[in-house]
């Protein structure tokens, strides 16, 4: 069991960040110059090292390299690589949270994370690249360490200010650009600026001179291409030269330290901002990620600053290459580490409080999104603000952090985190969920409507994940809480959780009573969500029992309460898979399978696994019962694969895992041993969205094309280096004669080879070469 503490001893980051998925490498958007003796040590030390680590100062590009190197060896990892970063996480303690999240893992119950991560990556050959470990370098060290020693096809690749310093680590140091490729960047920015710009025999000593005095280090460079806007080139080196006289007493030859550099670049950037765009700097430094412009307006205006004068000032932050855009369709920014960093220094020295009103201000308005979310989550506004939230959490993490951990902030912080319970069910964040409000629930013992709040989502995320006995406890100390702040509708959403779970626990007639008292009372209430979720619940304990007729009764109030037009996808996916359930139950598997269909079509809107791994279930035991064998093999095994990261299959109910179990076998008994497992083990490879969509097509096998989606020859779950591989197997090449052709070791080959044989559930290289010839075939037919 890993209990090893996460937290911090010591910020960096990147130019290169868009609305992509988590764990996956950004895209490059400007042209890389230079380092190519760099990126040869880099695969050079990835060769024989598991933990190689880009270290040097702020600016100097350790990200961008990173990033770089990354995806030119993508095709080496027979699992990929999985970008974690970290550069906006402000609590250690959430840094396996993190990094779940990039391998597009969501929690399970009653387990410790690091466990499941290191059970999860033990047999993956993947690149993990940790982002920035200068703000956490205990907690990366910790997670480094464990790494290499329990997950022995995991290479971690990390970039930090400092070494991790943990053994088998090599450290490779980030230096400046040398003077001609800093030329080369300097010249590409400048055009972007200037268009047209190049360097010239007229010009050239000119821009020597401004990169020599800026010692290559390119975050400086690309800062000063920005003031060719305004002054021409000659007149930007002797200002800049002018600058650095000042600060070495004005000797010509005297040098500063690199980190000295680089803040005099960023000094003098600042000094060419208005007053205006200073004060906007100083107070954009209070976000953690990428953020909006109603953020901005919200957070930032104020003295000094009116909200109508805000998007003018961001404007010229933006074309001064301070504030970064961040998505592709402009709507949000971010700042880079060193930037912001800077700012929040600026916004220190402004005296007044501003730094605190600033956080305040910050806390508030992501309080604001997160009750407008709560308020409106049974109507069409839930799927755009659940996905906001989503690209917010960076923002909810630091806003959560700051609240809580002050005495007047910990009741605002409690609300925040429980409002978020749909959203961390959601997300596959319970866990986190239950670390928020733990938190908050221990620095304020006082009786209180937020408190008894807090407990009882905190013991809905506990039952989400199986943990019942804790459940009831927390519910049960909710009720009191509530009793005892006069909170009447935590005291009747709590008395009903305390029925539910007493009914799952075996005392049916007790817990109904419970849920009956509840229901009454929050329809004196007239509390919709309330309604909403205690019927589906119910519908779910009759489902459980057997009682289908019982079970759709109190699913439709529940739809009925929603309203056909409602747009809500959440509840509604659940509902739809409990009526499956029922189905399922009465011995109707084309209704069974029509249900679940329609729950996955819901749960799909958002991403939402637990619901996905109901369907995907339910749709296998449908396919099974109307003898689609090999549908239903597949099936299991992309059902498996969720229930791996969300926790007991069907929610660990006897009666469903008996089904569970009867299915497997009868379809493993159709198909033969070796079929059935080629199959399941095709449909566990399958990532989510490409699962749903196949499941929603009716699809009997999950192997489309080798060669990409307009084909029809199996492979498609191969990646771009394994099909060179597949090619080659397929002309009668061994292993160490693939190795020899695609400049890769032996080791790599064979582990290639293997993978394949594993996602296509084949188990000779004849089948390999087959497959190869019949994808061949189809492309000269195009």
């Keep these: 069991m890993h209990t090893g503490t996460l937290r911090k001893r010591g910020g960096g980051g990147m130019a290169l960040g868009y609305s992509r998925r988590t764990g996956e490498l950004p895209v490059e958007v400007t042209g890389f110059v230079g380092r190519t003796a760099e990126l040869a040590q880099v695969r050079e030390l990835l060769v024989r090292a598991r933990l190689v680590t880009l270290v040097g100062p702020g600016g100097v590009g350790k990200s961008r390299l990173a990033m770089r190197a990354a995806f030119t060896l993508k095709g080496e990892y027979a699992d990929g690589v999985v970008l974690a970063e970290l550069s906006s996480l402000h609590d250690p303690e959430l840094l396996p949270q993190a990094l779940a999240s990039a391998l597009g893992m969501a929690e399970q119950s009653g387990r410790i994370l690091l466990d499941v991560l290191m059970e999860h990556l033990q047999d993956r050959r993947l690149l993990l690249v940790l982002d920035t470990c200068e703000h956490h370098l205990d907690a990366c060290a910790f997670l480094a360490d464990l790494l290499l020693r329990e997950a022995p096809g995991v290479t971690v690749f990390a970039t930090s200010r400092q070494p991790l310093d943990v053994p088998g680590e090599h450290t490779l140091p980030v230096q400046p650009l040398g003077y001609d490729d800093a030329t080369t960047l300097f010249e590409q920015r400048a055009a972007a600026v200037v268009p047209g710009f190049r360097v010239t025999a007229a010009n050239r000593h000119h821009?020597?001179?401004?990169?020599?005095?800026?010692?290559?280090?390119?975050?400086?460079?690309?800062?000063?291409?920005?003031?060719?806007?305004?002054i021409p080139l000659d007149q930007l080196t002797a200002r800049l030269e002018h600058r650095f006289r000042v600060l070495t007493g004005g000797r010509r030859s005297a040098a500063l330290p690199r980190h000295q550099t680089l803040r005099t670049a960023i000094d003098w950037s600042h000094d060419l901002c208005s007053a205006e765009e200073r004060l906007l700097w100083a107070r954009l430094s209070v976000f953690a990620g990428p953020f909006d412009l109603t953020a901005v307006e919200e957070v930032c205006s104020g003295e000094g600053l009116p909200r109508d004068e805000i998007l003018e000032h961001l404007i010229g932050l933006?074309?001064?290459?301070?504030?970064?855009?961040?998505?592709?369709?402009?709507?949000r920014y971010r700042l880079l580490d060193t930037i912001r960093e800077?700012?929040?220094?600026?916004?220190?020295?402004?005296?007044?409080?501003?730094?605190?009103?600033?956080?305040?201000?910050?806390?508030?308005?992501?309080?604001?999104?997160?009750?407008?979310?709560?308020?409106?989550?049974?109507?069409?506004?839930?799927?755009?603000?659940?996905?906001?939230?989503?690209?917010?959490?960076?923002?909810?993490?630091?806003?959560?952090?700051?609240?809580l951990a002050r005495p007047d902030g910990v009741r605002p912080g409690l609300e925040m985190a429980a409002r978020l319970w749909p959203f961390w069910v959601t997300a596959g964040l319970s866990k986190e969920g239950r670390y928020w409000l733990g938190r908050g629930i221990d620095a304020d013992p006082s009786p209180c409507r937020e408190r008894a709040l807090a407990m009882l989502w905190r013991s809905l995320l506990a039952l989400v994940q199986g943990d019942l006995e804790p459940a009831l406890e927390g519910f049960e100390e909710a009720r009191q809480v509530a009793v005892e702040a006069g909170s009447?509708?935590?005291?009747?959403?709590?008395?009903?959780?305390?029925?539910?779970?007493?009914?799952?626990?075996?005392?049916?007639?007790?817990?109904?009573?419970?849920?009956?008292?509840?229901?009454?009372?929050?329809?004196?209430?007239?509390?919709?969500?309330?309604?909403?979720?205690?019927?589906?619940?119910?519908?779910?304990?009759h489902a459980v029992l057997r009682d289908s007729v019982s079970a759709v009764e109190e699913c439709e109030r529940a739809l009925v309460l929603l309203g056909d037009e409602s747009g809500e996808c959440i509840i509604k996916g659940q509902i739809l898979v409990v009526e499956a359930m029922a189905a399922w139950a009465r011995g109707e598997p084309v209704e069974c399978v029509s249900l679940a269909r329609s729950g996955l079509r819901s749960s799909r809107e958002v991403s939402e696994m637990f619901g996905a791994a109901n369907s995907l279930e339910l749709l296998a035991w449908g396919a099974a019962e109307l003898g689609s064998s090999s549908r239903a093999a597949w099936l299991l095994g992309a059902a498996g694969a969720l229930w791996r990261k969300v926790g007991s299959p069907m929610v660990g109910a006897a009666v469903y895992l008996d089904d569970h179990t009867r299915v497997e076998c009868a379809v493993r008994s159709a198909l033969g041993d070796g079929?059935?497992?080629?199959?399941?083990?095709?449909?566990?490879?399958?990532?989510?969205?490409?699962?749903?969509?196949?499941?929603?097509?009716?699809a009997d096998t999950p192997t489309p094309a080798l060669t990409g989606p307009a084909d029809s020859t199996p492979g498609d779950v191969l990646t771009r280096r394994e099909r060179q591989v597949a090619a080659l197997v397929s002309q009668g090449l061994t292993n160490r004669e693939i190795s020899e052709r695609l400049v890769i070791s032996k080791r790599t080959a064979d582990a290639h080879v293997e993978h394949i044989l594993a996602k296509l559930g084949f188990s000779s290289r004849a089948q390999i070469a087959a497959l190869a010839g019949r994808a061949d075939g189809a492309r000269g037919t195009t």
């Design 207 to 230: 821009v020597l001179a401004l990169c020599r005095r800026l010692d290559g280090i390119p975050l400086a460079i690309e800062l000063a291409t920005v003031r060719l806007r305004a």
């Design 318 to 331: 933006v074309d001064k290459s301070v504030v970064l855009r961040d998505s592709a369709d402009g709507s």
């Design 342 to 403: 800077y700012g929040a220094d600026h916004c220190g020295t402004l005296g007044g409080d501003e730094q605190e009103r600033c956080r305040q201000r910050h806390r508030d308005h992501y309080l604001a999104r997160v009750q407008h979310f709560y308020q409106t989550v049974l109507t069409s506004e839930q799927v755009p603000l659940y996905w906001q939230l989503y690209r917010d959490l960076a923002d909810l993490r630091s806003a959560l952090d700051y609240s």
């Design 488 to 541: 009447d509708l935590e005291l009747a959403l709590a008395t009903g959780y305390v029925g539910g779970v007493r009914w799952l626990l075996g005392d049916p007639e007790s817990g109904q009573q419970l849920m009956d008292d509840a229901l009454a009372r929050q329809h004196r209430l007239n509390d919709r969500l309330g309604l909403v979720v205690f019927h589906y619940q119910k519908g779910y304990m």
């Design 675 to 698: 079929e059935f497992a080629a199959l399941f083990a095709q449909g566990a490879e399958l990532p989510l969205d490409r699962a749903v969509e196949l499941a929603l097509a009716d």
